[in-house]
Each structure stands twice: as C-alpha cells, then as structure tokens.
C-alpha cells in the first residue's frame, strides 16, 4: 500500500504561482512513477505532468509545458508541482497518483494504482 497526500493549493491570481507537494507513504519502494491530474467542474480528469521515480525522466501536457514544472525528492518521498503563469482555466482539482506496476508510462489515469485525496487550486481572473 501507498499513501499520498496533497498539499499546497489555494486561491491565486492569474499570473501568479503555486506549489503542490504530494508526499508519499507506506511502501514507496515500490513505485515507478508518480504523476498529478487535474480535473476541472464537468470536464474528465487530465494528465499534468509525471515522472520517473528512479530516473526522474519527465513529461508535461502540452497545456501546461513551459509553465508547470514536477519534481521529486526521493529522500522525502516528495513529489512537487511548481505552477507558474497561472490561468483561469488551470482551476481544478489537482491529485497525484503513484504508478507501482510499471505501465511504461505517465499519461492514462489507469496506469495509476493510488491517488491522493487532491488539493483544490482556483485562479481568479
């Protein structure tokens, strides 16, 4: 089992910045790869960003490249979301998830076997 917990949003202008922490518990040895979704109010969850746990080879969704960017820090079994340039259509329910089959991938939320409980991050206009 895995457990991850979210910290970090908030109410931000836009333009403005925000760091998400995800930290992970229980058998983290296990993991490969960790990503953060986001689901927007009537819209289906979506990719972020992930990365590997070993390697720390990462991936952006292209709506967030050059803006978001997710890091790791393997010994406080950490996973961070740096937010910058923040928009209105950012605002979402943002969750991480730890991938601990090895899927070979970061984009597909069924790759994911455990999710936190997601941090609500709103931009106002």
């Known amino acids: 089992q895995v457990q991850l917990v979210e910290s970090g949003g908030g109410l931000v202008q836009t333009g403005g910045s925000l760091r998400l922490s995800c930290a992970a518990s229980?058998?983290?040895?296990?993991?490969?790869?960790m990503g953060w979704f986001r689901q927007a109010p009537g819209k289906e969850r979506e990719f972020v960003a992930g990365?590997?746990?070993?390697?720390?080879?990462?991936l952006a969704a292209n709506s967030v490249k050059g803006r978001f960017t997710i890091a790791k820090d393997n010994v406080a079994n950490t996973v961070y979301l740096q937010m910058n340039s923040l928009k209105p259509e950012d605002t979402a329910v943002y969750y991480c998830?730890?991938?601990?089959?090895?899927?070979?991938?970061?984009?597909?939320?069924?790759?994911?076997?455990?999710w936190g409980q997601g941090t609500q991050v709103t931009v106002s206009s």
């Open positions: 990365i590997s746990w070993n390697s720390g080879n990462t």
């Open positions: 998830a730890a991938d601990t089959d090895y899927n070979g991938g970061y984009t597909r939320d069924d790759w994911y076997d455990y």
């Open positions: 229980g058998r983290t040895g296990r993991i490969h790869v």
